[in-house]
């Protein structure tokens, strides 16, 4: 089964205001890293969290290993934070990066 | 500073065919690398890994391989592509396998014809 479950699976925004993506891990996760693919597929590292919170600009993250969750938040949306963003899980059994799914944001103007 | 660069950016290529996909790693010496595929519309999957030059781990069978003849080079290759060999290719690499951040490249974009 999958070892990260991310939600929501599509989000829209509008400018200014804001919201949360979730992932709730099924097994004991080191560290988990939230990206941001952008219109071309590239990958943007946003956090890497081995526990505790982060914070860059209007964009804040948590890592809860105990309770297995991290969440990612995104404040005052512009139109350039629209794409897809994915949480993945390293695993401290097997020492690899397990993906969610992803959530497409869509910021409107 | 690192640089990581991936090669084709895109590929269309007949099934049957042949692939080598290229990664390669400046600015650090003996990184971990990775190579992840990502389905259209799905999510990533580590395909294979390498911790130093001439040592290769594959995470999922797809009917493809791996290699690191340098270290700071990884291919990725088939003899015979298939239908389901398409997708989105990326290669990472981390400082550390265990509890260290990836960096991945542009990625490649391959469409199986």
């Known amino acids: 089964g999958d070892q990260v479950e991310q939600s929501p699976s599509a989000l829209s925004l509008h400018e200014g205001t804001g919201s949360a993506l979730r992932c709730n891990f099924t097994?004991?996760?080191?560290?988990v890293q939230w990206f941001q693919q952008n219109s071309r597929g590239s990958l943007i590292n946003l956090f890497y969290?081995?526990?505790g919170t982060k914070e860059n600009g209007r964009l804040k993250s948590t890592f809860n290993s105990k309770e297995s969750y991290s969440t990612l938040h995104i404040r005052d949306a512009q139109l350039e934070d629209s794409g897809t963003y994915f949480c993945?899980?390293?695993?401290?059994?097997?020492?690899?990066?397990?993906f969610g799914k992803g959530t497409s944001l869509t910021v409107i103007p | 500073a690192q640089t990581i660069h991936q090669w084709p950016v895109a590929e269309i290529k007949a099934v049957g065919s042949p692939l080598s996909l290229g990664c390669t790693i400046k600015?650090?010496?003996?990184?971990?690398l990775y190579w992840y595929w990502q389905a259209t519309g799905g999510t990533l999957q580590q395909l294979f890994y390498s911790i130093t030059v001439g040592q290769v781990e594959s995470v999922v069978q797809l009917n493809l391989s791996a290699s690191r003849p340098k270290d700071d080079q990884f291919i990725l290759s088939t003899e015979k592509l298939l239908l389901s060999h398409s997708g989105f290719y990326l290669c990472?690499?981390?400082?550390?396998?265990?509890?260290?951040?990836?960096?991945f490249g542009s990625g490649t974009r391959l469409l199986v014809i």
């Open positions: 990472a690499w981390s400082l550390y396998r265990a509890n260290s951040d990836y960096t």
């Open positions: 600015g650090k010496s003996s990184p971990n």
């Open positions: 097994t004991t996760m080191r560290a």
């Open positions: 969290l081995a526990s």
């Open positions: 993945a899980g390293l695993n401290t059994g097997y020492q690899n990066f397990y």
